[in-house]
Nanobody
């Protein structure tokens, strides 16, 4: 079982930056890829970014490509999301997720472990 706890959300003006963190704890049976997802009110949870176990492979949603950067530190069992040039449409609850297996994937259903979420609000 893996427990995930996000932090770093908040209120920021359009054009600003935030850095989200996710701390993992508990026991994992294998190397695990991780990802960030977000959910705005009244909308489905959507993929933001994912990273492989080694950190050598990353994928991004088109809407955040070039503005967001996902990274991880396996020694610290931590995942990060650097968000730059934020837009009001980035406003959502952001969730950290982990999946059994080393490959980064973009689908919600491929992740077994989820954090409780951290709110990001971007004002115009």
């Amino acid at each position: 079982q893996v427990q995930l706890v996000e932090s770093g959300g908040g209120l920021v003006q359009a054009g600003g930056s935030l850095r989200l963190s996710c701390a993992a704890s508990g026991r994992t049976s294998s190397n695990y890829a991780m990802g960030w997802f977000r959910q705005a009110p009244g909308k489905e949870r959507e993929f933001v970014a994912a990273i492989s176990w080694t950190g050598g492979w990353t994928i991004y949603a088109d809407s955040v490509e070039g503005r967001f950067t996902i990274s991880r530190d396996n020694a610290k069992r931590s995942l990060y999301l650097q968000m730059n040039s934020l837009k009001p449409e980035d406003t959502a609850a952001y969730y950290c997720a982990a999946r059994s297996g080393p490959a980064a994937r973009p689908m919600v259903g491929e992740y077994s472990y989820w954090g409780q979420g951290t709110q990001v609000t971007v004002s115009s």
